[in-house]
């Protein structure tokens, strides 16, 4: 005799895709008197695109003006800065300069500053030479000129992702893991369900929801013709990077970024909050949704850049390289749009800036689906947002707090030394209400093994923690109350 399958999970509405922005998503929707589930392919929020963005805070001052986009980006840079102070993720306001190395660059900077200004962006300021060797002195000889962005920082992509769907949990809502949507089925009205509903049918369970969102960013196409559209491809983008040692820190004083061209950003340096120099990435179109592996031809083509640009970096350690694949579609915009008739809505193209954004893109999405007859109304009596452990080098880390350590011996226990990852932080992913599955989920919420050695010290105390969830530690004993 056959077992009956369990009886789906109802909510109100579905967010498929747990990255940077359908995390957030879900976070609003669940800040309403709704049943949200945000619903993801992989074992962690944030494994996809999300955790290889170049991790940028974004100004949008370079984008096309009157798109929904810049709008967005605008909008979001504010409002995620402010959520990154609530909530302790990590920012670093460095500034950025663009700069001009051909005379056509040159030409273009003026216009680069006009487009700003039409975005609503007017502190950029024109620069000559001598100025931009003085913000970046070890910058490679030839430049010609500069365009300041001061407004440009630097945040944890890692952090905002999983502060997010903390946050979405925290006010309610399911994060189901390990639950891809293999196909959708529209049911007939219920009493729950006046108006229908989708079911979706997922590896993990079925889930039936009476809307759907569709944020699975490269595989947002994909989703959308299970919905009976045919109106866009993802083109997965390739973009490699060198992740340099902390030594090459002073290199960088801020965001070194090159003139964009049709291809995107371009190739820029970048300081990251970690402590590191990252340049790239490269942007190489393909057909491979999966295809994050990197390549000889890039490390060559970053090889080249990198030496023009900043040629003291090669002086330094290549500690790590990645590669990360974006979602490009054809127009240069997002994509968002809602479908009454099945009750959907699709979130899709949204590239880098999807993180600056993520925040105005759920409001968006929040302001459809009211128009579409949802009641989304914040309710009275939210949780205050959480905080999140600081894995950022400008703030106090727990190695560093004698008051923490005073109160909690785990906090001065160090276990990875590249990174200055105590046993009380490992300890803490574990019992947090998103614990890490993976080497990776540890490593996004710790930085344990994300320095020079790359697990060559910490790796065993790392698998002996994620087999046991962290009971390996046994002397790493959690402070009664405390909120890290």
């Given at each position: ?467 046991t969830c962290g009971a390996s530690l046994a002397d790493a004993r959690p402070t009664e109350g405390t909120d890290r």
């Amino acid at each position: 005799m056959s077992t009956p399958s369990p009886a789906p999970r109802r909510v109100d509405v579905a967010v498929i895709g747990g990255g940077v922005v359908g995390s957030a998503i879900a976070r609003r929707l669940a800040g309403a008197d709704l049943g949200v589930a945000l619903v993801e392919a992989r074992a962690d929020v944030g494994d996809g695109t999300s955790k290889a963005n170049t991790a940028i805070l974004h100004t949008g001052f370079d984008a096309s003006p009157g798109t929904l986009e810049s709008r967005l980006v605008a909008q979001g840079y504010h409002l995620l800065g402010d959520y990154a102070a609530a909530t302790g993720i990590p920012v670093e306001r460095t500034g950025a300069l663009l700069v001009a190395w051909t005379e056509e660059e040159l030409a273009a900077l003026p216009g680069l500053r006009e487009k700003a200004e039409r975005n609503g962006y007017d502190a950029c300021e024109l620069v000559d030479a001598d100025a931009v060797y003085a913000r970046v002195p070890d910058l490679g000889p030839g430049a010609l000129g500069g365009l300041t962005v001061p407004g440009e920082s630097i945040i944890c992509t890692w952090s905002t992702t999983i502060a997010l769907a903390t946050d979405a949990v925290a006010r309610g809502a399911a994060v189901l893991l390990e639950h891809r949507v293999e196909s959708v089925e529209t049911v007939a009205p219920d009493a729950q369900a006046p108006d229908g509903a989708t079911l979706l049918r997922t590896s993990g369970g079925d889930v039936l929801a009476t809307w759907v969102v569709n944020a699975a960013g490269l595989h947002a196409d994909t989703i959308d013709a299970l919905f009976g559209h045919d109106r866009f491809t993802v083109t997965p983008r390739r973009g490699e990077l060198f992740v340099f040692d902390k030594l090459a820190r002073p290199l960088a004083p801020l965001i070194v970024l090159p003139v964009p061209s049709s291809l995107g950003k371009g190739v820029l340096v970048s300081p990251t909050v970690y402590g590191n120099v990252m340049l790239g990435p490269t942007a190489e179109d393909l057909d491979d949704k999966t295809a994050t592996g990197t390549s000889e031809a890039g490390f060559a083509f970053l090889r080249g850049k990198g030496e023009r640009i900043l040629p003291a970096l090669f002086d330094e350690e290549v500690t790590a390289t990645y590669a990360g694949l974006r979602a490009a579609v054809p127009g240069g915009d997002y994509l968002v749009e809602r479908d009454d008739e099945r009750r959907y809505v699709l979130v899709g193209g949204i590239r880098s800036t999807g993180l600056t954004s993520s925040l105005a893109l759920a409001e968006h999405v929040a302001g459809l689906l009211a128009d579409g007859g949802v009641d989304v109304r914040e309710r009275d009596d939210l949780p205050a947002p959480p905080r999140i452990p600081n894995i950022g080098e400008a703030g106090l880390r727990p190695y560093a707090d004698a008051a923490a350590i005073a109160a909690d011996p785990a906090y001065g226990r160090v276990v990875c030394f590249c990174e200055r990852v105590t046993a009380g932080e490992v300890r803490d992913a574990f019992a947090s209400p998103l614990p890490p599955r993976d080497l990776d989920g540890l490593r996004r919420r710790t930085r344990l093994m994300n320095g020079r050695c790359q697990g060559f010290y910490c790796g065993a105390e790392a698998a002996a923690a994620l087999e046991t969830c962290g009971a390996s530690l046994a002397d790493a004993r959690p402070t009664e109350g405390t909120d890290r």
